[in-house]
């Protein structure tokens, strides 16, 4: 018989007239526990049946328990074990089936994962490797861009060099306007300044 365990997991209806199993046996329930648990004239059939074919129409007493397992009715503790079937096949692969399902949410659980990643808020590092260019793309003439500093604050700049030294010290570098001077910023990024921006 299958274990108290397997049937309360797959039991989940009952009934007080007849129910057929699986197998092709029909429990009813006799005598009638309720005057309209039967339609006109079922009950009496089944007691036909069942001194005609006392191996197919079974009698019983009280709540007739069944449910489904892989769309086959089965009556509670019915002479065909089909349960009993049921119960042993998944005992006896029960690596196999546990390898399984923990196969099965493992990929449930890397596809939910993945797709929260996909929409994940971004990393400052990701914003910045998205928005900002390396430096060697920087412009080299004269033009004003914005550069991400090493603090990471924003500077309008340009690129300036004059390594003649002839009107002042050798410079080379990225210069922001301070008043009416230059002052030399580090900086690790730059984009273009938007058009109306342009200086
Ligand atoms: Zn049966």
Not at 60 to 76: E, F, K
Not at 99 to 118: G, I, P
Not at 131 to 138: N, Q
Not at 154 to 180: M, N, W
Request: with cysteine.
């Amino acid at each position: 018989m299958a274990s108290n365990e397997f049937n309360e997991a797959y039991i989940g209806a009952g009934t007080y007239a007849a129910v057929t199993c699986d197998c092709g046996i029909t429990y009813f329930v006799s005598p009638p526990e309720y005057s309209d648990s039967y339609n006109e004239g079922e009950y009496e059939r089944l007691l036909e049946q069942s001194e005609e074919n006392p191996d197919k129409f079974k009698q019983t007493y009280g709540c007739i328990s069944y449910g489904h397992i892989d769309s086959r009715c089965i009556v509670l503790d019915c002479e065909c074990k089909t349960a009993d079937k049921y119960e042993n096949f998944i005992l006896n692969h029960k690596e196999l089936i546990s390898s399984f399902l923990n196969a099965s949410l493992k990929r449930d659980v890397t596809e939910a994962v993945n797709a929260f990643n996909s929409n994940k808020i971004k990393t400052k590092d990701e914003v910045i490797n998205e928005y900002w260019f390396d430096l060697d793309s920087a412009p080299k003439d004269s033009s004003w861009f914005l550069g991400l500093t090493e603090e990471e604050t924003i500077e309008e700049v340009h690129y300036a060099c004059d390594l003649s030294g002839e009107e002042q010290p050798p410079f080379k570098g990225y210069f922001k306007r301070v008043g009416t001077y230059f002052s030399e910023v580090k900086i690790t990024k730059w984009k273009p300044l938007k058009k109306e921006e342009n200086v």
